[in-house]
């Protein structure tokens, strides 16, 4: 575990070099990026969205693609297509932005419901399917899509299938004003970016998430997962609660947060920290909820703090774990 922690604590320090004084949404970058998950970042414009994505690409030396959406995008733009070419007298692949590492899709909810489906094959199973020819992507490959919550006019709210897809969601919110100012100072001569050098190798990062699908689970964490999520569904503010995808990406996003934070075990603290960024956008608010300005976000602390955490079988699970 001491490497998966050194090594993220290369890629987080690097990040800040970019992105100040946002510590936890880089963190939980990271995270993404350990259980080979999709980030969704919703926030408003000129917080450094961007600049995270093409940042987090620069530290692990990767193939960054940036996709802007717009209302008449097609699929074809971003997936890629076939050209014949005549003088092979046979048809050709054009990749797509699609076919990277590190790809920023760029105000998601800007494209049509039939352009957003062109990323479900690519977010699920890690390729690509055009005219019959399945095209593999690379390792790593992780998206980070991006939307504003403020402007709706000419978008197009994702669907629950495509927000199911997503480990994670997170703001980065506006800096204070001691890291404002320190992002006017690091940014009068020249863009932090410029100077940023890679800190991992491809095969670092690979035997990273490799090793954190071996950190341990008790049961009575599993069933606290469970628990929570289970709680989504049955709470009467809730319209639609979190899937058992949820339950899936609850875990594996606690084993990358323990093993971040130098352990080989998941702790109920960890799974507490993670609920609200992979549970909250799985759910939808009932129509009485929404008319009290209650959010998905608010659904979920109350459920946390309703569900009770393991205590003594968890500690008993971890030393019969330790005696083996």
Request: glycine share 6%.
């Amino acid at each position: 575990m001491a490497d998966i922690r050194a090594l993220s604590e290369r890629v987080i320090g690097n990040l800040e070099k970019v992105i100040v004084g946002k510590r936890r949404s880089i963190e939980l970058i990271v995270i993404g990026l350990l259980c080979q998950g999709h980030v969704l970042i919703e926030d408003v414009p000129g917080v450094g969205k961007t600049m995270l994505a093409r940042s987090l690409a620069r530290s692990l030396d990767c193939v960054f693609n940036r996709i802007q959406f717009t209302p008449d995008m097609l699929p074809s733009d971003v997936t890629g297509v076939s050209i014949y070419n005549q003088q092979k007298n046979k048809f050709e692949f054009r990749p797509g932005p699609i076919i990277g590492q590190i790809i920023l899709a760029d105000e998601i909810n800007r494209a049509t419901p039939k352009t957003q489906a062109a990323l479900l094959e690519a977010m699920e199973e890690r390729q690509v399917t055009v005219d019959g020819v399945t095209h593999l992507l690379p390792k790593p490959f992780m998206v980070l899509a991006t939307q504003n919550p403020i402007e709706y006019e000419g978008t197009f709210p994702l669907p629950e299938a495509q927000l199911d897809r997503f480990l994670l969601r997170l703001r980065l919110g506006y800096p204070n004003m001691a890291d404002e100012i320190r992002v006017m100072d690091d940014q009068q001569l020249r863009h932090p970016l410029e100077a940023l050098k890679p800190v991992a190798k491809l095969k670092e990062i690979q035997d990273a998430i490799d090793e954190v699908k071996r950190i341990y689970i008790s049961p009575a964490v599993k069933k606290y997962i469970v628990e929570l999520t289970t709680r989504t569904r049955q709470s009467a503010d809730v319209y639609l609660g979190a899937s058992p995808r949820g339950s899936l990406s609850l875990a594996r996003a606690g084993q990358a947060r323990a093993a971040l934070l130098g352990r080989d075990h998941v702790l109920p603290d960890d799974i507490k920290a993670l609920a609200v960024p992979v549970l909250a956008h799985r759910i939808i608010v009932s129509p009485a909820a929404r008319m009290r300005d209650l959010g998905s976000d608010t659904i979920v602390q109350e459920v946390i703090l309703a569900a009770a955490a393991p205590g003594g079988a968890f500690s008993a699970d971890i030393s019969r774990k330790k005696s083996k």
